[in-house]
């Protein structure tokens, strides 16, 4: 099935350890982008890609890093998680920056102890 | 600063009850969007609206955009407990001729009691 892949679904981390969240989609999308999702803050922006090649920053950027090297992939990587990072993650994607349809992926709970 | 502001917050009606939630904000918007979202899912897109006073219905959903392009509402005729779940507005900040990314509101969290 066409959409976002996000894996894994859960993970625990411990503090100080790193990690990449995984997140692939099939329509040949531009625009991927990443988002965390905390209780009463909303969806907030951590960084996005216009295209393979070209990523930039969000919101909340500091902590993450991302690369583009192919339309379809987008990992998100965690450097040296801390517990302000628990936190639910949600990839996106759309044709382009400017569209406004955004495909969301079904998320991973992360907890950092 | 919240750039877009939800209310209410939370919302717990009966069956069969109307309802309205509103998305607000003091920046102009070159589009916003309406999401829904169930537990342990991702956002899934409901409606568009990009023009000032626009209007589309979706079944028994109703969205307007402000004729400012600052706000918008969602109407919900007759709710049904199968509209339970997190609602969220996100619109694109307008720059003058060009667009910025998607930014959200907090969500306003339904629940539909049978």
């Known amino acids: 099935n066409a959409g976002v892949t996000q894996t894994p679904k859960f993970q625990v981390l411990k503090t100080g350890q790193s990690m990449t969240l995984q997140c692939a989609q099939d329509?040949?999308?531009?625009?991927m982008s990443w988002y965390r999702q905390d209780p009463g803050m909303g969806l907030r922006l951590i960084h996005y890609?216009?295209?393979?090649?070209?990523?930039d920053q969000g919101e909340v950027p500091n902590g993450y890093n991302v690369s583009r090297s192919t339309t379809e992939d987008f990992p998100l990587r965690l450097l040296s998680a801390a517990p302000s990072q628990t936190s639910v993650y949600f990839c996106?994607?759309?044709?382009?920056?400017?569209?406004?349809?955004?495909?969301f992926g079904s998320g991973t709970r992360l907890t950092v102890v | 600063t919240q750039l877009l502001e939800q209310s209410p917050q939370f919302l717990s009606i009966q069956e069969g009850e109307n309802l309205t939630v509103y998305c607000n904000s003091s920046?102009?918007?070159?589009?916003l969007q309406w999401y829904r979202q169930e537990p342990g899912e991702g956002p899934v897109l409901l409606v568009t609206?990009?023009?000032?006073?626009e209007v589309k219905k979706l079944k028994r959903l109703t969205f307007q955009f402000g004729d400012a392009r600052k706000d918008s509402s969602l109407h919900i005729t007759a709710a049904q407990p199968g509209d339970t779940g997190l609602y969220l507005c996100?619109?694109?900040?307008?720059?003058?001729?060009?667009?910025?990314?998607?930014?959200f509101g907090k969500g306003t969290k339904l629940s539909v009691k049978p």
């Open positions: 996106a994607s759309s044709y382009s920056m400017d569209m406004g349809v955004h495909t």
């Open positions: 329509m040949n999308h531009e625009y």
């Open positions: 890609s216009v295209g393979a090649g070209i990523t």
């Open positions: 920046s102009v918007f070159s589009s």
């Open positions: 609206v990009v023009t000032g006073g």
């Open positions: 996100a619109g694109r900040l307008y720059y003058g001729g060009s667009q910025g990314n998607l930014i």
